[in-house]
């Protein structure tokens, strides 16, 4: 079996089927002192409300490398990801199996209690999307349409943990997170296409 094919088996023993090609997901890829560490990190780095339109998200973000506004529409160079999500950085190209320097976007998102976020894709300038999870655990959950309906899964995102996306899933399928009920954050670093 190859490496992929033995991730996807996984998988689908812990998420159930039906299979989702190009998630990848693992546990623990930092420990609690790192995972303090970086929300420290976060919390002064001035996150600012996310607006969409009239709607303000009950979440607070800050890209690095690039920025995406999605006001506007406009995509532009942004302020360099910062020294302390190098190592983070790091692991996560390591964990995708990609140079790290390719990694030129990196997100990150605090959710208040209570908050989720809505169906979506990533924006199609970027190509492999990474995320690390801290806090709450969270639900992620995608679905594809189809004929008559979705076809639909669910992933369980555990604190400390990673996942990818790319091909299949990054692109055909869509996700969200169902609202938690304690605060989370999270940090997804992406490459360009
Ligand atoms: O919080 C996460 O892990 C996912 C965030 C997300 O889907 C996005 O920013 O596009
Ligand atoms: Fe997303």
């Known amino acids: 079996m190859t490496a992929r094919a033995a991730a996807c088996a996984r998988q689908a023993d812990l998420f159930g089927a039906p299979l989702l090609p190009g998630l990848a997901y693992r ?29 303000e998200g009950k979440r607070l973000t800050r890209s690095f490398g690039w920025t995406y506004d999605f006001q506007t529409g406009r995509f532009a160079p942004g302020e360099p990801i910062p020294g302390w999500l190098d190592p983070l950085r790091d692991r996560a190209a390591a964990f995708a199996g990609i140079g790290p320097e390719t990694l030129e976007q990196a997100l990150v998102i605090e959710y208040w209690a209570g908050a989720g976020i809505g169906w979506h894709k990533d924006r199609p300038v970027f190509e492999h999307v990474i995320g690390v999870s801290l806090g709450a655990p969270a639900t992620m959950r995608f679905r594809r ?3 008559g309906g979705f076809d639909r899964a669910t992933a369980d995102l555990a604190p400390r943990s990673i996942y990818h996306m790319q091909g299949e899933i990054r692109d055909d399928w869509e996700h969200s997170i169902a609202a938690m009920d304690a605060p989370r954050w999270s940090v997804t670093f992406r490459s360009l296409r």
């Open 27 to 55: 546990d623990a890829l930092i420990d609690a002192r790192e995972e303090h560490a970086l929300i420290a990190q976060i919390e002064t780095a001035n996150l600012t409300p996310f607006q969409f339109q009239q709607w």
């Open 145 to 147: 349409r189809r004929e």
